[in-house]
């Protein structure tokens, strides 16, 4: 699967050491072409890159990347006893506004945390705005 190896292949991404209000406050000057981003806080991971938007806490992981002309929102988790990951919720969307609002709704529904979800959802938004839809992917 294409997004999964997508989100493995930004695991190694620079840690950044900032908090979430200043990063949310700023167009996300660091997510430059080519280069990946990881925020931790708190147990949350948020990994964006220029083909995927990841957010991980704990067994969970929503990813959100572009696929042809729709945006593609994929939740995934493993099981209690950590076998192979399984996809929970998988849907296309068109708008970009319907993929910021999925996203936090699966965030929101993972970690049960409603300032998390918008924190996700906040930066998805950014993410694609950095990404549209009718601009070429970089790889490609």
């Known amino acids: 699967m294409q997004v ?15 908090e979430m209000g200043q990063l949310l406050g700023s167009p996300l000057p660091w997510c430059g ?11 949350t991971k948020t990994v964006t ?3 995927a938007f990841v957010w991980r806490q704990g067994r969970a992981e929503v990813v959100l990347a572009r696929e042809g002309a729709t945006w593609q929102v994929i939740y995934t988790s493993t099981g209690r006893l950590l076998g192979p990951r399984q996809v929970i919720y998988r849907m296309a969307h068109k708008e970009a506004k319907q993929a910021a609002w999925d996203v936090m709704a699966r965030v929101i529904r993972a970690c049960r945390d409603e300032d998390e979800g918008l924190r996700a959802g906040r930066s998805a938004a950014q993410w694609m ?4 839809l009718d601009q070429p992917p970089l790889d490609a």
């Open 4 to 18: 999964r190896s997508a989100a493995r292949a930004t695991g190694s991404a620079d840690v950044i050491s900032s």
């Open 33 to 43: 072409a080519g280069r990946s981003s990881t925020v931790r806080d708190e147990g």
């Open 49 to 51: 890159a220029d083909d």
């Open 129 to 132: 705005r950095l990404h549209p």
